[in-house]
C-alpha cells in the first residue's frame, strides 16, 4: 500500500489507532510511513483536541497525553488553527461538516495533502480535497 505525502490525520483515525478498533492496521500503515519519513504527516490542533477529549473521557488526560506525545515523536506535525480558520469556514460553507472535520478538510487543503478519515459520511460528497478511508463504516 502506497502511503500519500504529506497526510492529514482526522481524529477518528487516531482514536482508531490508540483503541485498536477495525482498522487500526491501515492507519499504523500511514504512522509508520511518517516515522520511517516516507510521508511527512499533519494534524490540526482542532482534530488533536478531539482525540484527547475521547481518549480523557475513556482513561484519563495522561493517556491521551502519553499518546499525543509518542505522536510528536513519531514526527506527526501539528498545524495551528490561525493557518487555517478562514479555509475551514470556506469548507464549512461548501460541504457542512462539523466544525472539526472543516478543521481537517482545510488542514489537508493548505498542505495539499490526503487526508486519512474513517468510514462515516461526513465526507461523502467532498471531491475537490483528496480522502483517503481506513476502514467502511463506522464502529
Do not use: Q
Not at 473521557?57 to 480558520?85: H, I, N, Q, S
Amino acid at each position: 500500500m502506497s502511503v500519500p505525502d504529506p497526510v492529514v490525520f482526522d481524529a477518528e483515525p487516531l482514536v482508531a489507532h490508540a483503541e485498536d478498533e477495525p482498522g487500526s492496521d491501515v492507519v499504523e500503515t500511514y504512522l509508520d510511513a511518517v516515522a520511517v519519513e516516507d510521508a511527512t504527516g499533519y494534524v490540526s490542533r482542532v482534530n488533536l483536541t478531539e482525540f484527547r477529549y475521547t481518549i480523557a473521557r475513556k482513561y484519563d488526560r495522561p493517556t491521551a497525553d502519553e499518546y499525543l506525545d509518542w505522536l510528536t515523536e513519531l514526527g506527526v506535525e501539528p498545524v495551528d488553527v490561525a493557518a487555517v480558520w478562514t479555509a475551514a469556514a470556506e469548507c464549512v460553507l461548501r460541504h457542512n461538516p462539523a466544525l472539526g472535520d472543516a478543521f481537517a478538510l482545510a488542514t489537508a487543503e493548505h498542505l495539499d495533502g490526503t487526508l486519512l478519515v474513517g468510514g462515516d459520511d461526513d465526507y461523502d460528497g467532498v471531491t475537490d480535497i483528496p480522502i483517503e478511508r481506513f476502514r467502511d463504516g463506522g464502529v
